[in-house]
Every structure is written in structure tokens, then in C-alpha cells.
């Protein structure tokens, strides 16, 4: 019922930005949290930031200073502006929402397919 897409993944020299996007679609009658998260290989799905509908921001400690989480609400978009990047930050970067459906009863938590971030020289 509802389609998050991804884009902005790609190859990057450290040091170097990148700015993620995320478009929901569907039959959406509000968003409320929306959020990146990364999995980088071997490793558990970590939050990098997320947002709430007031635009509430948190970061996890290893992003503070460096990732900028925004959203426009009238596109359903989430963005991740992601500067001065680490190879640590390589990983597969996800984004989620929480979203009330057209006819649901309860809010519900979609994620798109995921872009690879990767940081090397």
C-alpha cells in the first residue's frame, strides 16, 4: 500500500558528500517518523538519524556534525545530506516511515529497498 524509493547511493572519496532521497507513495494519509538507517556488511541495522512530523531530529553519535536529516512534507520526501564522509559510513542506507494508510486502523512502519553508500579512495 505504500512504496518508499531510494536514490542518491553511489561511490564517494572520503571526505566528499552525498545527499540520500526517499519518496513515499501510496495510499497515504499521513506520515509521521521518518528515518535513515544503515547496515553496513556483517553488522546489525543501525539508526543514522530520523525525524518526526514536527521535525524533531535525532543523530546517532557517530553522524552528529557530519548528516543532515530534512523532509518536505508536502512531497512525502525524506532527505539525508551526508558530508565529510568516513569509510565506516559505507553500508546499505535504508530509509523507513510511519505511516497511517487510506482505510488502516493502526500506523504501520515500511522501508524501501536500501542504496549502497560507499566511501573509498
Known amino acids: 500500500q505504500v512504496q518508499l524509493v531510494e536514490s542518491g547511493g553511489g561511490l564517494v572519496q572520503p571526505g566528499g558528500s552525498l545527499r540520500l532521497s526517499c519518496a513515499a507513495s501510496?495510499?497515504?494519509?499521513?506520515?509521521?517518523?521518518m528515518g535513515w538507517y544503515r547496515q553496513a556488511p556483517g553488522k546489525q541495522r543501525e539508526l543514522a538519524a530520523a525525524i518526526t512530523s514536527g521535525d524533531r531530529t535525532n543523530y546517532a553519535d557517530s553522524v552528529k556534525g557530519r548528516f543532515t536529516i530534512s523532509r518536505d512534507h508536502g512531497k512525502n520526501t525524506v532527505y539525508l545530506q551526508m558530508n565529510n564522509l568516513k569509510p565506516e559510513d559505507t553500508a546499505v542506507y535504508y530509509c523507513?516511515?510511519?505511516?497511517?494508510?487510506?482505510?488502516?486502523?493502526?500506523?504501520?512502519?515500511?522501508w524501501g529497498q536500501g542504496t549502497q553508500v560507499t566511501v573509498s579512495s
Open positions: 523507513n516511515a510511519d505511516v497511517l494508510v487510506v482505510g488502516g486502523m493502526r500506523r504501520e512502519l515500511y
Open positions: 501510496g495510499r497515504i494519509v499521513s506520515i509521521y517518523a
